[in-house]
């Protein structure tokens, strides 16, 4: 299904799939566009009113004089004077055979009707009680539709200039009127409503009332069933025009995102768009997004509702939904009407004031469940839980309520604060954020940590790498180059990366301050034993058996939990770094084992034949589906290739492509958000790879943004 959508100043048509959400085309119109304006050798602001059919000529109005032309689309000749207007002119239609124009001016009770070729006024279409706002012909031409300020709108033989017939409104401002392809019926638009009505008797066949602000264009399907609508409200609607009701609504976000509703609730959106959105409940309170994201992103129910056909597409889109929602660990009966879910939020929420003077912020805290005893709770500052992942545990106390006050540190700058409770059964009240920005008497100073790890050198040297050292190096050195004094720096290489020198890394980064930013770099072999569990190489790791002496994925992101730095990001340079579907790799395993074929624990790759089936379908879908929303350290975690990918490394770059990347992004921007170094990093990676090697996020933040 496609949508299009013209942008402000018409120079351009820009068309949409709203099943797939990507950008079709754009059109450009001309070098100028209809409701632009242009300069005259003289230096005289000249509006565009409206080009011919064909093209070639061009209908302006020139305020200073008052002058109203036509010329040719060069501007190159004068065609035609129509003169005999002493107000300001606002909008002309060509007849869809060029051969006629009918123009409209400023609260001016008549239309005029001109020819195309000499100029010539053919008839003036005259409403005795109110001024004309817009006038247009039917698509043969035989006929003219009028809309007045007094929300009536009038059909009139453009051959005569004789009325036809009129219907009027007046619970509404019109604004405009549209034919539809046969000429049969018309479209009104007005403040906030459409209108369908019978050209021949007047009658109203459908009203469509669900857009927010003015309607300002609208057209019709070929078979009338339906017709879209954009508004003033930023949105575009798809309508049933026969059933009255509105099939989905549609918006865009900057030049690339877009936005997907049906009546439902249910969404589809790009990831850039449903990063912006937040819930607002009937009280007025915010309720972070990501909690109801799981519940309302289902791509599936809106191609279903919208009439999509393609079936396999459709379980597609609900497999990788039904894969989130596993990995999240969601039980979906909280989904249901009626279920009952835990309330918290901070108590003293509204003696709070926004901008604070002290370093420390009091809250109190009270949650409740009605049904099931409470599990624990917890307290986010910029998206990093301040009492780890878990949070506190208080299901030894077996209360459906808490009440508790606790003090925490702010951030200088903003600060996005919440908080939430979770039942015995998993379920998690929903989270309310409360902002304050803290400006400190003197500007705290930030201080960069950096844990760099790198190993090409093992006690099995057949697995030997050649640039992994140099990766972390290269990148001590540019980090020292930017930073200078205000970077701390601990590193480790080959001998030294063991299980129990990464983990005493911990208490370093226990010693940094809510100021601070963290980066961690491990550049090195990525292994997947046979039960999919995801390794990082240590000097002395069994490569057959990586669970023998390799560093645990989890080992390494926990060096970032509970530490008092809020600013934190992983870069892994390794093999299948991103996420892997554990379920689908151990089926896949299964199959391999059953036909016989060998299988190694740092080996994923299938053949082209069996991905289909499986990773692509559903894990790989679901993670450019939906943003990962999942509990975390409140780190941004940036992969150098997906789950079933290798990190490639290259001798003329004479470091891993990832890392290279890296390098290169930060050398051509001294800063950098965190955002669009993913992005630019990931477009670099799979250019330099031929697509071979895609970096993921295992994790990221979604509200807060900060820079490198």
């Given at each position: 299904m496609?949508?299009?959508k013209?942008?402000?100043?018409?120079?351009?048509?820009?068309?949409?799939?709203i099943e797939?959400g990507?950008?079709?085309?754009?059109?450009?119109s001309?070098?100028w566009g209809i409701g632009?304006?242009i300069?005259?050798l003289?230096?005289?602001?000249?509006d565009?009113l409206?080009?011919?059919?064909?093209?070639?000529?061009?209908?302006?109005?020139?305020?200073q004089y008052?002058?109203?032309?036509?010329?040719?689309?060069?501007?190159?000749?004068?065609?035609?004077?129509?003169n005999?207007y002493i107000?300001d002119v606002t909008?002309?239609?060509?007849?869809p055979?060029g051969?006629k124009?009918v123009?409209?001016s400023f609260?001016n009770n008549?239309?005029?009707?001109?020819?195309?070729?000499?100029?010539?006024l053919?008839?003036?279409?005259?409403?005795?009680?109110?001024?004309?706002?817009h006038?247009?012909f039917?698509?043969?031409?035989?006929?003219i539709?009028?809309?007045?300020l007094?929300?009536?709108?009038k059909?009139w033989?453009a051959?005569?200039?004789?009325?036809?017939?009129e219907f009027?409104?007046y619970s509404?401002?019109?604004g405009?009127?549209?034919?539809?392809?046969?000429?049969?019926?018309?479209?009104?638009?007005?403040?906030?409503n459409?209108?369908?009505?019978n050209?021949?008797?007047?009658?109203?066949?459908?009203?469509l009332?669900?857009?927010?602000?003015?309607?300002?264009?609208?057209?019709?399907?070929?078979?009338?069933?339906?017709i879209?609508t954009?508004?003033?409200?930023?949105?575009?609607?798809?309508?049933d025009?026969i059933?009255?009701?509105?099939?989905?609504?549609?918006f865009?976000?900057?030049?690339i995102?877009?936005?997907?509703q049906?009546?439902?609730?249910?969404y589809?959106?790009s990831?850039?768009?449903?990063?912006?959105?937040?819930?607002v409940t009937?009280?007025?309170?915010?309720?972070?997004?990501?909690?109801?994201?799981?519940?309302?992103?289902?791509?599936d129910k809106?191609?279903e509702?919208?009439?999509?056909?393609?079936t396999a597409?459709i379980?597609s889109?609900?497999?990788?939904w039904?894969?989130?929602?596993?990995?999240?660990?969601?039980?979906?009966t909280?989904?249901?009407?009626?279920?009952?879910?835990?309330?918290?939020?901070?108590?003293?929420?509204?003696?709070?004031?926004?901008?604070?003077?002290t370093?420390?912020?009091?809250?109190?805290i009270?949650?409740?469940?009605?049904t099931?005893?409470?599990d624990?709770f917890?307290?986010?500052?910029?998206?990093?839980?301040?009492?780890?992942?878990?949070?506190?545990?208080?299901?030894?106390?077996?209360?459906n309520s808490?009440d508790?006050?606790?003090?925490?540190?702010l951030?200088q700058?903003?600060?996005?604060?919440?908080t939430?409770i979770?039942?015995?059964n998993?379920?998690?009240?929903?989270?309310?954020?409360?902002h304050v920005?803290?400006?400190?008497?003197?500007?705290?100073?930030?201080?960069i940590?950096?844990i760099?790890?790198?190993?090409?050198?093992?006690?099995?040297?057949?697995?030997?790498?050649?640039?992994?050292?140099?990766?972390?190096?290269?990148?001590?050195v540019?980090?020292k180059?930017?930073y200078k004094?205000?970077?701390?720096i601990?590193?480790?290489?080959?001998?030294?990366?063991?299980?129990?020198?990464?983990?005493a890394?911990?208490?370093?980064?226990?010693e940094?301050?809510v100021?601070?930013?963290?980066?961690?770099?491990?550049?090195?072999?990525?292994l997947?034993?046979k039960?999919y569990?995801y390794?990082?190489?240590?000097?002395s790791v069994?490569?057959?058996?990586?669970?023998?002496?390799?560093?645990?994925?989890?080992?390494?992101?926990?060096?970032l939990d509970?530490?008092?730095?809020?600013?934190?990001l992983?870069?892994?340079?390794?093999?299948?770094?991103?996420?892997?579907?554990?379920?689908?790799?151990?089926a896949?395993?299964?199959?391999?084992?059953?036909?016989g074929?060998?299988?190694?624990g740092?080996?994923?790759?299938?053949?082209?034949?069996?991905?289909?089936?499986?990773?692509?379908?559903?894990?790989e879908?679901?993670?450019s589906?939906?943003?990962?929303v999942?509990?975390?350290?409140?780190?941004?975690i940036?992969s150098?290739?997906?789950?079933n990918?290798?990190?490639?490394e290259?001798?003329?770059?004479?470091?891993g492509?990832?890392?290279?990347?890296?390098?290169?992004?930060?050398?051509?921007?001294?800063?950098?958000?965190i955002?669009?170094?993913?992005?630019?990093v990931g477009?670099?990676?799979?250019?330099l790879?031929?697509g071979?090697?895609k970096p993921?996020s295992?994790?990221?933040?979604?509200?807060?943004?900060?820079?490198?």
């Amino acid at each position: 299904m496609k949508f299009k959508k013209l942008n402000s100043n018409a120079l351009y048509t820009r068309t949409w799939d709203i099943e797939s959400g990507k950008i079709i085309s754009d059109k450009l119109s001309y070098e100028w566009g209809i409701g632009s304006s242009i300069y005259t050798l003289m230096g005289v602001k000249t509006d565009i009113l409206a080009v011919s059919p064909d093209g070639k000529k061009v209908v302006v109005y020139t305020e200073q004089y008052k002058a109203l032309q036509i010329w040719n689309r060069q501007f190159s000749e004068l065609l035609a004077n129509l003169n005999g207007y002493i107000t300001d002119v606002t909008s002309a239609s060509f007849s869809p055979d060029g051969t006629k124009i009918v123009t409209v001016s400023f609260g001016n009770n008549i239309a005029k009707v001109w020819d195309a070729s000499s100029g010539e006024l053919l008839s003036n279409l005259r409403d005795p009680i109110s001024p004309i706002l817009h006038a247009v012909f039917s698509p043969d031409g035989t006929k003219i539709v009028t809309s007045s300020l007094r929300n009536t709108t009038k059909i009139w033989y453009a051959s005569s200039g004789e009325l036809l017939t009129e219907f009027a409104d007046y619970s509404d401002f019109f604004g405009s009127a549209i034919f539809n392809a046969d000429g049969t019926s018309i479209m009104t638009l007005s403040d906030r409503n459409v209108r369908i009505w019978n050209v021949q008797s007047g009658k109203l066949l459908a009203s469509l009332n669900g857009h927010n602000d003015f309607v300002i264009s609208g057209d019709f399907y070929s078979d009338n069933s339906k017709i879209v609508t954009s508004s003033s409200d930023h949105t575009c609607k798809l309508w049933d025009a026969i059933n009255e009701k509105v099939l989905y609504t549609f918006f865009t976000v900057g030049n690339i995102d877009y936005f997907v509703q049906i009546p439902s609730g249910y969404y589809k959106a790009s990831a850039g768009a449903t990063k912006l959105l937040h819930y607002v409940t009937k009280d007025l309170k915010v309720i972070t997004f990501e909690q109801l994201d799981v519940k309302y992103n289902r791509p599936d129910k809106v191609l279903e509702a919208i009439g999509n056909t393609d079936t396999a597409l459709i379980s597609s889109y609900r497999k990788a939904w039904e894969k989130r929602i596993k990995k999240l660990g969601i039980d979906t009966t909280q989904f249901r009407d009626g279920y009952s879910v835990p309330e918290a939020d901070f108590v003293n929420r509204d003696s709070i004031e926004y901008e604070q003077k002290t370093g420390t912020l009091r809250l109190r805290i009270r949650g409740t469940d009605n049904t099931y005893k409470l599990d624990r709770f917890n307290v986010w500052v910029n998206e990093s839980p301040l009492f780890g992942q878990r949070g506190i545990s208080i299901k030894k106390r077996k209360s459906n309520s808490i009440d508790t006050t606790i003090t925490i540190k702010l951030s200088q700058g903003e600060n996005r604060i919440e908080t939430s409770i979770t039942n015995v059964n998993g379920t998690e009240s929903y989270r309310m954020p409360l902002h304050v920005n803290y400006t400190p008497a003197v500007k705290q100073k930030e201080m960069i940590r950096f844990i760099g790890i790198g190993i090409d050198r093992f006690a099995d040297s057949q697995h030997n790498l050649e640039y992994s050292s140099k990766d972390i190096r290269d990148l001590t050195v540019k980090l020292k180059q930017k930073y200078k004094d205000s970077i701390i720096i601990d590193t480790l290489f080959n001998e030294n990366v063991t299980i129990t020198n990464v983990k005493a890394l911990k208490q370093k980064l226990m010693e940094t301050s809510v100021n601070d930013k963290v980066i961690v770099s491990y550049s090195g072999h990525g292994l997947l034993s046979k039960d999919y569990d995801y390794y990082l190489s240590t000097y002395s790791v069994n490569f057959n058996k990586p669970e023998e002496n390799g560093l645990p994925y989890d080992e390494l992101e926990s060096l970032l939990d509970s530490i008092p730095a809020r600013k934190k990001l992983m870069l892994i340079d390794a093999c299948h770094s991103g996420e892997v579907d554990k379920e689908e790799g151990i089926a896949m395993q299964k199959m391999a084992d059953s036909l016989g074929l060998a299988a190694k624990g740092i080996i994923i790759d299938q053949p082209q034949t069996q991905q289909h089936v499986g990773l692509k379908n559903s894990f790989e879908l679901m993670q450019s589906l939906f943003v990962n929303v999942g509990k975390s350290t409140g780190a941004t975690i940036i992969s150098a290739a997906a789950g079933n990918q290798f990190a490639l490394e290259r001798g003329d770059l004479k470091n891993g492509v990832f890392t290279y990347s890296l390098l290169e992004a930060m050398n051509k921007y001294p800063s950098i958000k965190i955002s669009e170094l993913k992005k630019i990093v990931g477009e670099r990676v799979e250019q330099l790879t031929g697509g071979l090697q895609k970096p993921t996020s295992r994790n990221e933040t979604i509200a807060v943004d900060w820079s490198l």
